[in-house]
């Protein structure tokens, strides 16, 4: 545990302003709504149990996926993409402004080499093909949103960071300066430019990368700028919040939600696409890109199964579903790009 990639536990300074939070009680960060990670019904030690003993068909491809390698650093500055890398790593550029979110280019959501790894294909992108970055956005600790391999390899790329208070103790054990890293409680935000901003909101999740749980905060996050808004749930459950942020900003152009790695007995902290659905309706987001899925197996559905239920539960929405290629430019202006149905025929 005193490894490098475990990160570090806050302390000193750190851990006294997070004290100071109203989210952070008895010794750990806490959700909005408090209630159990298990669903009733369900029991830690029987999901363990039926992990060891069944198997699950289809729950990673054995085809390689398909994936275009866009060049990111001749993109005109002009043009509002996103493009995405698999799992909830992606490329935002907006009005100039260069972000990068959940990056993982290390082939693997694990602190050891025999843990998860990436699907033959989805990994195609590394750290050098990053082009400067001016903010890098944290949605919370866990391995397959942070890497220390490629946060490590791209911190002489990165202006800022912007994570969760906690999060920064991390950074800070990774060779960043304190000038580079940017804590955020819920509701507090990053004034990018006098009319372009990145706010820090909530979700419901949890932390942690050791024995030591929710001592670095979990973040949504939307993004204000000219003409275009943005919503990144991070990864979460289902709750009232996603009217709460509606209200609280009202025209979301684009929703990128966690689509994937979902089970019945944990929804309380990941939502099942139909509530993935649900929710993007009350957000009242035009766009919906769907992530957290196509690259690591960590739940027991087909790997497949989060763009085909997502795909079908969309019909008739109010909003337009995209679904890129790995790698492909999602063009955020672009109200008549088409997607194709690309994880069909994949075995």
């Known amino acids: 545990m005193r490894k490098p990639q475990f990160g570090a536990l806050p302390e000193g300074e750190r851990l006294e302003l997070i004290k ?26 029987g999901e363990i149990w039926i992990s060891l003993t069944k198997e699950f068909p289809d729950t990673e491809p054995n085809d390689v996926l398909p994936s275009i390698k866009t060049d990111l650093k001749a993109i005109p500055a002009n043009e509002n993409v996103i493009v995405w890398f698999g799992h909830s790593s992606f490329f935002l550029q907006l009005n100039g402004v260069k972000i990068l979110v959940d990056p993982i280019f290390s082939g693997k959501a694990s602190p050891l080499p025999w843990g998860v790894t990436a699907y033959k294909g989805s990994d195609i992108y590394t750290a050098d093909d990053m082009p400067e970055i001016d903010y890098m956005l944290l949605s919370h600790d866990h391995y397959d949103h942070l890497d220390y391999e490629t946060v490590t390899a791209l911190q002489r790329k990165v202006k800022h960071v912007v994570c969760g208070l906690g999060a920064g103790a991390h950074y800070e054990r990774w060779g960043y300066t304190k000038q580079q890293i940017m804590e955020k409680d819920w509701g507090e935000k990053v004034q990018v430019k006098p009319d372009f901003a990145i706010f820090a909101e909530s979700t419901h999740h949890d932390g942690g990368r050791g024995f030591k749980s929710s001592q670095a ?13 943005i919503y990144y ?39 099942l696409p139909e509530e993935v659905a649900l929710a993007t309706t009350e957000l009242k987001a035009k766009n919906m890109l769907p992530v957290h899925h196509s690259k690591f197996t960590l739940a027991r559905h087909p790997w497949n199964e989060p763009l085909e239920r997502i795909s079908v539960l969309s019909q008739g929405k109010n909003y337009r579903l995209a679904t890129p290629v790995i790698g492909e430019k999602v063009k955020l202006n672009d109200n008549a790009q088409q997607f194709r149905p690309w994880w069909k025929n994949i075995k």
Request: hydrophobic share 35%; glycine share 8%.
């Open 217 to 229: 905060l979990w973040l949504s996050f939307f993004i204000q700028s000219p003409g275009m808004n």
């Open 20 to 45: 100071k939070s109203l989210h952070y009680k008895e010794g750990k960060f806490r959700n909005l709504e408090e209630k159990p990670t298990i669903t009733q019904g369900y029991s830690m030690l």
């Open 233 to 271: 749930s991070g990864d979460g459950g289902y709750s009232d919040r996603f009217k709460q942020i509606a209200a609280k900003y009202p025209a979301i152009d684009w929703a990128i939600m966690e689509c994937g790695q979902y089970n019945k007995a944990w929804q309380s902290v990941h939502e």
